[in-house]
């Protein structure tokens, strides 16, 4: 008589096959504090973005602004749910002039995700 595998067991093998399949960052979100600045400069904004995992990942990101400039690669160890990452952009304006920016949280690996871009509104007094 011949050995046949159990469904149980092919369904087993086929879970965690998928498991290991699907990426493990699912979603990245940012936002922008202050989001509206009305005030002196140079001023601070801040950047804070949420990097979520379905599974414990070592993940390498890079902040992105609008202006085309780009943070360093850094890496962080996320070991379940959401791990919070932070950036400042320092920055000035014409006196009177509104300037719109947004920073956007990239991950580099595991696979390839953005955030929403965090956008944010300046002036300077």
Same mark, same amino acid.
């Given at each position: 008589?011949?050995?046949?595998?159990?469904?149980?067991?092919?369904?087993?093998?086929?879970?965690?096959?998928?498991?290991?399949?699907?990426?493990? @960052?699912?979603?990245?979100?940012?936002? #922008?504090?202050?989001?509206?600045?009305?005030?002196?400069?140079?001023?601070?904004?801040?950047?804070?973005?949420?990097?979520?995992?379905?599974?414990? #990942?070592?993940?390498?990101?890079?902040?992105?602004?609008?202006?085309?400039?780009?943070? /360093? @690669?850094?890496?962080?160890?996320?070991?379940?749910?959401?791990?919070?990452?932070? =950036?400042?952009? &320092?920055?000035?304006?014409?006196?009177?002039? @509104?300037?719109? %920016?947004?920073? =956007?949280? &990239?991950?580099?690996? /595991? %696979?390839?995700?953005?955030?929403? /871009? #965090?956008?944010? =509104?300046? @002036?300077?007094?």
């Amino acid at each position: 008589m011949k050995y046949l595998p159990s469904l149980f067991g092919v369904a087993v093998c086929l879970v965690s096959q998928l498991a290991l399949a699907q990426p493990a @960052v699912n979603r990245v979100v940012a936002i #922008a504090q202050p989001n509206a600045y009305d005030g002196p400069c140079p001023a601070t904004i801040e950047f804070i973005g949420t990097i979520f995992v379905n599974r414990p #990942a070592r993940v390498s990101y890079r902040w992105e602004r609008s202006d085309h400039a780009s943070g /360093p @690669v850094q890496t962080v160890q996320v070991n379940g749910g959401g791990r919070g990452v932070r =950036t400042q952009w &320092h920055l000035g304006h014409p006196r009177g002039q @509104v300037f719109h %920016g947004a920073e =956007t949280l &990239h991950v580099l690996s /595991p %696979g390839d995700a953005y955030s929403n /871009p #965090a956008e944010f =509104t300046l @002036v300077c007094h």
